[in-house]
């Protein structure tokens, strides 16, 4: 079984640039979230994707905006970058949208600097 | 809205000594809680979850915690550390809005362990 895999490990921007994270969700399933962390805090949620659509999402702008496949992986997108938008950026999968007891498999995530 | 206080940003224990690590939470329906591990420049791994049932829970490595609903918590413990088990801990409580499910982390628990 393949867990929660993303790409890249680690990126460098600059304000006003744009970014593309990537993750390839745990075998079966069918939900994807997506999470910032920044230095020092625990996770906030950003978004949600259940078969290729967004169903929720958290208090974060529209420049951040995302993409689910037909084969369930995922892309987190982020126009004009902030200075603030540095953090690490993970991404989870879980089977089904519903259900708070759902377990919610975590991936290395994707360490993003804005300079 | 849910939410989770996790009291003290940082813990140091001897190795072999009782580690207490503690989460409150806030929550208008019955909480679905978890904690999660994070090691150094990886994701979130699930140690354990309430939902319903049985209010003490075991987890992975050691862990465990149990559900008072009278205090509002959801305290970590291991009954004897080990230099292993020097991480950032999370706990989260699980929010189901219309149509999806997103957790609410805590702040985090810094947990250090010396020899």
Known sequence: ?115 | AQSVTQLGSHVSVSEGALVLLRCNYSSSVPPYLFWYVQYPNQGLQLLLKYTTGATLVKGINGFEAEFKKSETSFHLTKPSAHMSDAAEYFCAVSETNTGFQKLVFGTGTRLLVSP
């Open chain 1, 1 to 115: 079984e393949t867990g929660v895999t993303q790409s890249p490990t680690h990126l460098i921007k600059t304000r006003g640039q744009q970014v593309t994270l990537r993750c390839s969700s745990q075998s079966g399933h069918n939900t994807v979230s997506w999470y910032q962390q920044a230095l020092g805090q625990g996770p906030q949620f950003i978004f949600q994707y259940y078969r290729e659509e967004e169903n929720g999402r958290g208090n974060f702008p529209p420049r951040f905006s995302g993409l689910q496949f037909p084969n369930y992986s995922s892309e987190l997108n982020v126009n004009a970058l902030e200075l603030d938008d540095s953090a690490l950026y993970l991404c989870a999968s879980s089977l089904d949208t519903s259900g708070r007891a759902r377990e919610q498999f975590f991936g290395p995530g994707t360490r993003l600097t804005v300079l």
